[in-house]
């Protein structure tokens, strides 16, 4: 929290590997003498100014990779009974990919994707809480994985899903039940 009515959340992290990989995955491998090496940083942060029966959100997010780079943002609304026992929420986001694959099949390549969810978090009391969401994501550009050959996808996405679960307390176990289901 910063305030009150203000919170902040982020994160950033870095990851490394190398290693062989079989010749038959490309040339950069163990067998050719080059090895591979693989980076990642990435980080997000999100604000979320809070009403007295309203929430709204917004987030930026970015990861990089030696043959990948991906910038992302969204915003969020969510409203409340007066009694705060169901949420109402609706979001909105995007995401820009630039793929540039270090074995030279393709260079410059995008994809952008835009995504919006519209759900409701019910507390049936105060060990039980079941919540719904729809979500629609919509994408165009390239898909193909550059280091698969033949791989060849095609250059929209269009996917409707539907989660719904529920969680239960259980305080003779100290546990939690989780049930979910989602279909797209």
Do not use: C
Request: aromatic content about 14%; cysteine-free.
């Amino acid at each position: 929290p910063i305030s009150d009515s203000l919170s902040f959340e982020g994160s950033v992290v870095y990851d490394a590997m190398s290693g062989a990989s079989p010749l038959y995955f490309n040339t950069l491998s163990g067998a050719s003498g080059i090895g591979i090496t693989e980076y990642r940083t990435a980080g997000d942060a999100r604000i979320t100014k809070y009403y007295d029966r309203f929430a709204v959100g917004g987030g930026f997010a970015y990861s990089s990779e030696r043959d990948y780079l991906s910038r992302a943002w969204s915003v969020d609304v969510r409203t409340w009974t007066a009694d705060k026992n169901r949420t109402w929420a609706f979001g909105v986001g995007g995401a820009r990919d630039n793929i540039n694959p270090v074995n030279g099949i393709t260079q410059g390549r995008h994809r952008e994707t835009y995504d919006f969810l519209g759900g409701v978090t019910q507390n049936l009391n105060a060990n039980a809480v079941v919540q719904s969401n729809i979500t629609y994501s919509n994408g165009r550009g390239y898909y193909d994985d550059p280091y698969k050959p033949f791989d060849r996808r095609p250059d929209t996405r269009r996917v409707w899903a539907w989660l719904t679960r529920y969680n239960q307390y259980i305080a003779s176990a100290d546990a939690a039940l989780r049930l979910s289901y989602r279909l797209l």
